[in-house]
């Protein structure tokens, strides 16, 4: 079965420090992988996907995400965190054409 | 660039009240899906279509209908409201088989039944 666990419900990091947010997945072959975001009273937004090509893979926003397939994790970070990145993050794994589970998020906030 | 439209924003129901949520797409996409986010479960999958005139069951299907009569249409509906039902529904689409196709969400419907 096809799992999605992201180690931090909330992270808090001071503006302009970096961001890690992290991400496991569990796939019985080899999935896609995708981040979103999701600001305030909005929906889902894409941030970047991993599809088999290479593995870091570069996002919107700065954002990037190494896939690892040694240690089953897709962890997202950021050099430079700003105020506008404060939201809640979604990891999703999708291994059919129908299927995507998403991960529970974890919400990033920005300290001036 | 409308995307993905659900109606409506909001919405207050009474235990046993019934309605429709509609959601729209306007890129062509077969696949729409429909989902409720509670805090803490991040989306869980309701119901979804992989085409006009499709549906299927996802993870959380009980007390919801779907019909798909038109392509760009998919909608979501609730017989007789119960509190259990309170959350944030959203719609979204995506354009085809590969695993790699993203989804593409709307902005999302806040329901409570009181």
């Known amino acids: 079965a096809q799992s999605v666990t992201q180690l931090d419900s909330h992270v808090s990091v001071s503006e302009g420090t970096p961001v890690l947010l992290r991400c496991n997945y569990s796939?019985?072959?080899?999935?896609?992988l995708f981040w979103y975001v999701q600001h305030p009273n909005k929906g889902l937004q894409l941030l970047l996907k991993?599809?088999?090509?290479?593995?870091l893979v570069k996002g919107i926003n700065g954002f990037e995400a190494e896939f690892k397939k040694s240690e089953t994790s897709f962890h997202l970070t950021k050099p430079s965190a700003h105020m506008s990145d404060a939201a809640e993050y979604f990891c999703a794994v999708k291994t059919s054409y129908d299927k995507v589970i998403f991960g529970p998020g974890t919400s990033l906030s920005v300290i001036p | 660039n409308a995307g993905v439209t659900q109606t409506p924003k909001f919405r207050v129901l009474k235990t046993g009240q019934s309605m429709t949520l509609l959601c729209a797409q306007d890129?062509?996409?077969?696949?729409m899906y429909w989902y409720r986010q509670d805090p803490g479960m991040g989306l869980r999958l309701i119901h979804y279509s992989v085409g006009e005139g499709t549906t299927a069951k996802g993870e959380v299907p009980d007390g919801y209908n779907v019909s798909r009569l038109k392509k760009q249409n998919f909608l979501l509906g609730l017989e007789s409201a119960a509190p259990s039902q309170t959350s944030v529904y959203f719609c979204?689409?995506?354009?085809?088989?590969?695993?790699?196709?993203?989804?593409?969400f709307g902005d999302g419907t806040r329901l409570s039944i009181l």
């Open positions: 991993y599809t088999s090509a290479a593995t």
């Open positions: 979204a689409s995506s354009s085809g088989q590969a695993s790699n196709q993203p989804q593409h």
């Open positions: 796939s019985s072959y080899s999935p896609s």
């Open positions: 890129m062509n996409h077969e696949y």
